[in-house]
């Protein structure tokens, strides 16, 4: 009956650097664009279909409708993603030279090893190292 996940979506209002980081530093590739405006009205939605892997990010850029993000503060509902990544060292090695810093870790546990980064929203994405 259910498949997979299809896509994960996040909102933002820094589009353009939200992109720059998914594709530039995280390897996501850009697969689609979209502007869809709401009838009798100067709202829109602009999307941007991002792909890794096979999964599907969809960033989601709100015009004329105020947004405001609260990543940093702990919540009910969605919390982060999660990448897997083949080696915790070099992941965050190489995520140094583009100016990304963990925003905590690595942890080493038995069977893994998990940090977190911010995107440029201040959204958490949890890389895990899997043994």
Known sequence: MFKRIDHIEIVTDRLDATVAFYTAVLGFKERER??????????????????????????????????????????????????????MNAALAFLKTKGVDPAWGPMVRDTYARAEICDPNGYRIELRHWF
């Open 34 to 87: 979209d502007r869809i405006a709401r009838p009798g009205s100067d709202q829109a939605l602009n999307l941007v279909y991002l792909d890794l892997g096979g999964t599907t990010v969809e960033l989601i850029k709100f015009e004329g409708i105020p947004v405001a993000p609260e990543p940093e503060k702990e919540h009910l509902g969605y919390r982060l993603m999660a990448l897997e990544v083949e080696d």
